[in-house]
């Protein structure tokens, strides 16, 4: 574990992946056409946090997010509809 | 498992940085298919450990999880288990993965340190103390815009907020072109997911929050999950994506990806891997050129722009025989 978290390794190696230390994405060189994605990894990401730790499968808010968008882009909800069944679901689960 | 067990806080400080045994053999379970990337580092790893083995099993992601659980049960499964950043605390609490904070104390972990590690939140226990595994690799997700189809459209920046996405869209709708393509059905893996959520954080809401008490409770209105939903919407409703986007699910949709190829295309919002995998493409087809696309982080509403880190963790089979080669 300690060598596949490694620099060497992920400088060499695993060379399509982007390490998940602070230090080493910092390190890892971002062509000028990707640097929006450095910024996005150092300025503007979060991870899950909540949604992973708390009751509610991520699976099962994925699957009702798009089945509640699904249902207002089609027309077969409106969008208020839609979103309290989203809401609603979601607050079930938790 | 014996080893494991014998171990006390007071072995621990030689775990992972201590010789290696003779002759033993690790199983590293690996989910992606850069498998040769992989394999060169192992070999590497075997070269300076005389005596430690290692084989690479693999399995797909969407199997993977449930396998350890059922194989760590019964004493079995791989030595290491590569897993997706959101399943270690269910492996943690099945008792899969083996308590690492003790270890970690001691030998550390990374070129830094364990706090140096992007969302270590969500490799602790229902405790919130145990550490069950390690975060290894990440992603998220940016923009993408096609410049020469800006420059045709006279856009002249990227936008900064979601309603200037939609205005440079219809900018695009009137050169002929497609504005921001993205894929709006609905299978299980589908994109409408990540657009949700990067819109709802950007302004200040999150389908689950922290209630501050121990446990979890909705983060956003109907009302503003409603105003999401008009804004993407709204794309379809004046033909501002791709064409038959509500039949398409995968974010890198060949439908999403060669419009941004052949320039007629303003935007998509891509997972970096994606992205690299399409720059290189357009770099194949049209060698010695100049490249047409530039990056930026995603729109943004009241708040920041804001993506998640995706990724993959490790955990040590809680079963393992060999927690000093397999932490190394």
Not at chain 2, 53 to 81: C, N
Not at chain 2, 171 to 184: L, M, N
Not at chain 2, 292 to 319: D, E, V
Request: charged share 20%; proline share 4%.
């Amino acid at each position: 574990m300690q060598w596949l978290n490694s620099w060497e390794f992920f400088e060499k190696y695993n060379t399509g992946w982007y390490p998940a230390q602070k230090a080493l994405l910092a390190r890892k060189p971002f062509p000028a056409e990707m640097e929006g994605f450095q910024k996005q990894f150092t300025d503007g990401a979060r991870s899950w946090g909540p949604y992973a730790l708390g009751p509610a499968a991520i699976a099962n808010m994925w699957n009702q997010t798009s089945r509640s968008f699904g249902a207002a882009f089609i027309g077969e909800k409106t969008s208020e509809e839609a979103a309290q069944e989203l809401v609603d679901y979601v607050d079930n689960l938790l | 498992m014996l080893a494991t067990a014998l171990l006390g806080a007071g072995a621990l400080g030689a775990l992972w940085t201590g010789a290696a045994r003779a002759d033993t053999e690790l199983t590293f379970r690996y989910l992606l298919d850069n498998v040769d990337e992989i394999q060169a580092g192992l070999d590497q790893f075997e070269a300076d450990n005389p005596g430690i083995t290692v084989t690479m099993e693999r399995m797909s992601f969407k199997d993977a999880r449930d396998q350890f659980i059922r194989e760590t049960a019964t004493g079995a499964g791989p030595d290491l288990q590569h897993s997706a950043f959101v399943w270690i605390k269910d492996l943690g609490t099945a008792g899969a993965c083996l308590p690492l904070n003790d270890i970690i104390a001691a030998e550390g972990i990374g070129e830094v340190g364990f706090e140096d590690f992007v969302a270590t939140d969500l490799v602790y226990g229902d405790d919130r103390e145990t550490i069950h595994g390690v975060p290894y690799a990440t992603d998220t997700w940016a923009m993408v815009y096609n410049t020469d189809v800006m420059a045709e459209a006279g856009i002249e920046a990227v936008p900064e907020t979601w309603d200037d996405l939609l205005e440079a869209s219809r900018k695009v709708k009137e050169i002929g072109k497609i504005g921001f393509g993205f894929a709006a059905g609905t299978s299980a893996a589908n994109s409408i997911w990540f657009l949700a959520n990067f819109n709802w954080w950007s302004d200040g809401g999150s389908l689950v929050v922290d209630d501050g008490k121990g446990g979890y409770e909705v983060g956003i209105t109907a009302d503003q999950v409603a105003g999401v939903i008009d804004y993407y919407k709204t794309y379809l409703d004046e033909d501002l994506t791709i064409p038959g986007s509500l039949g398409i699910s995968a974010w890198d949709d060949p439908a999403i990806l060669e419009p941004m190829l052949s320039g007629e295309q303003l935007a998509a919002l891509l997972p970096v891997t994606t992205a690299r995998s399409m720059i290189a493409q357009w770099r194949e087809r049209n060698p010695g050129e100049e490249l047409p696309f530039t990056t930026a982080m995603t729109p943004h509403g009241s708040g920041k722009p804001t993506t998640h880190l995706g990724g993959q963790s490790m955990c040590i089979n809680a079963n393992t025989e060999h927690l000093e080669e397999t932490g190394s």
